[in-house]
């Protein structure tokens, strides 16, 4: 062997004994080169993502104060909805004002990756509506999964919030369900406060939850798997929503 050659990962399967040599062993064999390349594959491809100007990034985002540099063909491939609307673009590709570039990042290594970041789960509700931007079904289904099922008192409404802006109903009627359910807990915390003096539609949509029966949506999401109160129209007659003298159940404390 070369004095410089790279050391190997993994032991020879020629090193393996040829009295094993029967059909269940070359398959289980077979099973682990298939395992044993696409976990090459994947480590190339986080490499890949980690250096993307090293690799010949030929594509920008701008998020924030932020650039990120990414490849089109990872993109073509991983979000071909979302190629289709950027093919002809050159130079910088400006993205919403609110979005995070810690979440952008998030999101990045998914689309290069398959994989979510370590702290997926404070990032989640900010990488949602990326997610969404992108057309990236399997990342908005493991951001709506995650924060179903992490639904708190202190974070119910900034999720329904979102999830409305976002066209989420699925996760719209998680929310409001839950709220519906622990309203008294809702309405004690800083986020419930700043939702009602964001806009005032927002205490007669907080009452329609509380007040009126919540259906699932019906209509088909963009995710069949998606875990979302109904739609809320504000343009609504005002009638449906008032509020009598004695209803204070949506005053904050």
Do not use: W
């Not at 289980?28 to 395992?35: D, G, L, T």
């Not at 709506?144 to 329904?160: C, D, K, M, Q, S």
């Not at 996760?171 to 005032?200: C, G, H, M, P």
């Not at 009126?212 to 019906?218: A, C, D, S």
């Amino acid at each position: 062997m070369a004095a410089n050659a790279p050391e190997a990962h993994y032991p020879s399967l020629l090193d393996e004994s040829d009295e094993h040599q029967n059909p269940s062993f070359r398959e289980a064999r077979e099973q682990r080169m298939s395992q044993r390349a696409t976990q090459t594959l994947m480590e190339d491809l986080y490499s890949m993502f980690v250096q993307r100007d090293k690799f010949g990034a030929d594509f920008k985002f701008k998020v924030g104060n932020r650039i990120f540099r990414c490849h089109k063909a990872i993109l073509m491939v991983r979000l071909k909805s979302y190629y289709a609307t950027i093919t002809d673009k050159i130079g910088v590709t400006n993205l919403p004002k609110h979005f995070q570039p810690d979440a952008f990042e998030a999101v990045l290594m998914y689309i290069y990756t398959a994989k979510v970041s370590s702290n997926f789960n404070q990032l989640a509700l900010s990488i949602l509506p990326i997610a969404v931007h992108f057309y990236c079904d399997d990342l908005i289904n493991r951001c709506e999964l995650e924060l179903v099922n992490n639904l708190r008192a202190e974070n119910a409404v900034t999720i329904l919030d979102v999830a409305r802006r976002e066209g989420r109903e699925h996760l719209q009627y998680k929310a409001a369900k839950f709220i519906k359910k622990n309203i008294d807990s809702v309405r004690k915390t800083e986020s419930y406060k700043t939702f009602l003096d964001a806009d005032e539609r927002n205490c007669r949509l907080l009452l329609d939850i509380v007040t009126q029966t919540l259906k699932r949506p019906t209509s088909v999401s963009s995710n069949a798997g998606s875990p979302s109160p109904p739609p809320y129209d504000p343009s609504a007659p005002s009638g449906r929503y008032s509020m009598s003298e004695n209803n204070e159940c949506f005053m904050p404390l």
